[in-house]
């Protein structure tokens, strides 16, 4: 008998304790927040659970979901190295090791004669993970460096790859991609709800509430269903806290993302027959402002909220720290895809919102060229 996709995850996590759970570098709001979810969801069926995630930074506005601290950017005992020593004819006296530098000096003492070098073997332990499940990761590539120094560890490990993206490549084992849903956070919620209901927290709640507010821009978007509004409502009866994740998002804002956010508005210029819009900031408005690039995040958002009538938002802004190094965010709606748009940028990330690094380029340049291949391409 043939198993359904929930059925097949079920006995995919029978037996499984330790679990990874990973997003893209520069992973989005709802892509954080349904990690956290998820997260709070294995622990509550009794499995160990790490969130790795490239150079990783909090954004400000998601401090508030408190398992953000038990993200880290790199892995902690991935692998053991095992030595094993035969010790029939010698026995064992004593084992000492120092750390001399760089270097790391073992010392194994025999009972009687000497260890022969056949009789000392060296291997690495089995991954400390199990499975691995990924928040929004359309293409592992996205992963960074996590993924890229470790692809024995994604090859050799069971994946369950959760998100709601049609660019998604299903590189899983296992493929949880629901491209009817707004979000991942609603994509997770409708997972767990078939997996074991009974433990959806109001913790767990309040995070998938989160991703979904965020990726709706409040429940504004032309792709709410009804079903959207339903799991939201269903979210607040487990006890997500509407007012606080709001609060956090959208209310409480520094004064260096408020300076920041004039200079957004100030250099906001649009292309009204294809319903785009774009700004720029300089290295300049980050010194002046005294804010940092997290700020960008919040700042993105708003201008989100205040061109209802766009489907697609640009926001180029040079690197405050970096050199010669532009980034840009491009988020879309349908009918237009963010990655397909900026490809050429060789961007990453999924169809409503995309990243990329252009180097050796000034701000100005990058601004015609790119605002121009967007217009061609619409």
Same mark, same amino acid.
Request: proline letters at 2%; one cysteine or more; aromatic letters at 6%.
């Given at each position: 008998?043939?198993?359904?996709?929930?059925?097949?995850?079920?006995?995919?996590?029978?037996?499984?304790?330790?679990?990874?759970?990973?997003?893209?570098?520069?992973?989005?709001?709802?892509?954080?927040?349904?990690?956290?979810?998820?997260?709070?969801?294995?622990?509550?069926?009794?499995?160990?659970?790490?969130?790795?995630?490239?150079?990783?930074?909090?954004?400000?506005?998601?401090?508030? *979901?408190?398992? =953000? /601290?038990?993200?880290? @950017?790199?892995?902690?005992?991935? +692998?053991?190295?095992? !030595?094993?020593?035969? %010790?029939?004819?010698?026995?064992?006296?004593?084992?000492?090791?120092?750390?001399?530098?760089?270097?790391?000096?073992?010392?194994?003492?025999?009972?009687?004669?000497?260890?022969?070098?056949?009789?000392?073997?060296?291997?690495?332990?089995?991954?400390?993970?199990?499975?691995?499940?990924?928040?929004?990761?359309?293409?592992?590539?996205?992963?960074?460096?996590?993924?890229?120094?470790?692809?024995?560890?994604?090859?050799?490990?069971?994946?369950?790859?959760?998100?709601?993206?049609?660019?998604?490549?299903?590189?899983?084992?296992?493929?949880?991609?629901?491209?009817?849903?707004?979000?991942?956070?609603?994509?997770?919620?409708?997972?767990?709800?078939?997996?074991?209901?009974?433990?959806?927290?109001?913790?767990?709640?309040?995070?998938?509430?989160?991703?979904? *507010?965020?990726? =709706? /821009?409040?429940?504004? @978007?032309?792709?709410?269903?009804? +079903?959207?509004?339903? !799991?939201?409502?269903? %979210?607040?009866?487990?006890?997500?806290?509407?007012?606080?994740?709001?609060?956090?998002?959208?209310?409480?804002?520094?004064?260096?993302?408020?300076?920041?956010?004039?200079?957004?508005?100030?250099?906001?210029?649009?292309?009204?027959?294809?319903?785009?819009?774009?700004?720029?900031?300089?290295?300049?408005?980050?010194?002046?402002?005294?804010?940092?690039?997290?700020?960008?995040?919040?700042?993105?958002?708003?201008?989100?909220?205040?061109?209802?009538?766009?489907?697609?938002?640009?926001?180029?802004?040079?690197?405050?720290?970096?050199?010669?190094?532009?980034?840009?965010?491009?988020?879309?709606?349908?009918?237009?895809?963010?990655?397909?748009?900026?490809?050429?940028?060789?961007?990453?990330?999924?169809?409503?919102?995309?990243?990329?690094?252009?180097?050796?380029?000034?701000?100005?340049?990058?601004?015609? @060229?790119?605002?121009?291949?967007?217009?061609?391409?619409?």
């Amino acid at each position: 008998m043939t198993l359904t996709l929930v059925e097949q995850i079920k006995q995919v996590l029978n037996g499984k304790k330790n679990v990874l759970v990973c997003f893209p570098e520069n992973g989005s709001h709802d892509a954080i927040s349904s990690a956290i979810a998820l997260s709070l969801f294995f622990k509550k069926l009794d499995k160990e659970v790490d969130i790795v995630s490239n150079n990783f930074k909090c954004p400000e506005q998601l401090e508030f *979901l408190l398992e =953000t /601290k038990n993200i880290t @950017s790199e892995f902690k005992d991935l +692998r053991k190295c095992i !030595i094993k020593v035969d %010790l029939t004819e010698n026995g064992l006296k004593e084992v000492n090791y120092n750390v001399n530098g760089n270097e790391l000096n073992i010392s194994i003492t025999p009972k009687n004669g000497s260890f022969e070098p056949h009789k000392i073997k060296m291997r690495s332990s089995e991954f400390k993970y199990d499975i691995i499940v990924t928040s929004g990761v359309a293409e592992l590539d996205s992963l960074g460096k996590i993924y890229k120094n470790n692809t024995k560890l994604f090859l050799n490990t069971p994946i369950l790859n959760i998100d709601f993206s049609a660019e998604n490549e299903h590189f899983g084992h296992i493929n949880f991609v629901n491209i009817t849903s707004t979000s991942i956070a609603e994509t997770v919620y409708l997972l767990i709800n078939k997996l074991a209901s009974e433990h959806l927290t109001a913790e767990i709640a309040n995070a998938l509430l989160t991703g979904m *507010l965020i990726n =709706t /821009k409040s429940f504004q @978007s032309s792709k709410i269903r009804p +079903r959207t509004l339903m !799991i939201a409502s269903r %979210l607040m009866d487990l006890g997500a806290n509407r007012q606080e994740v709001v609060q956090n998002l959208y209310k409480n804002k520094k004064l260096s993302t408020l300076k920041l956010w004039g200079d957004v508005l100030s250099n906001l210029q649009s292309h009204e027959q294809s319903k785009f819009v774009w700004s720029t900031l300089t290295r300049e408005n980050f010194v002046r402002a005294g804010a940092k690039i997290n700020d960008l995040n919040d700042i993105f958002d708003d201008l989100i909220l205040t061109s209802p009538e766009a489907k697609i938002v640009l926001l180029l802004h040079e690197h405050p720290e970096k050199n010669n190094e532009i980034h840009g965010i491009l988020k879309t709606v349908e009918p237009f895809n963010a990655l397909k748009l900026s490809r050429e940028c060789r961007s990453i990330g999924n169809s409503t919102e995309a990243k990329f690094i252009l180097n050796n380029t000034q701000l100005k340049d990058a601004e015609d @060229s790119i605002t121009q291949k967007i217009i061609n391409n619409i």
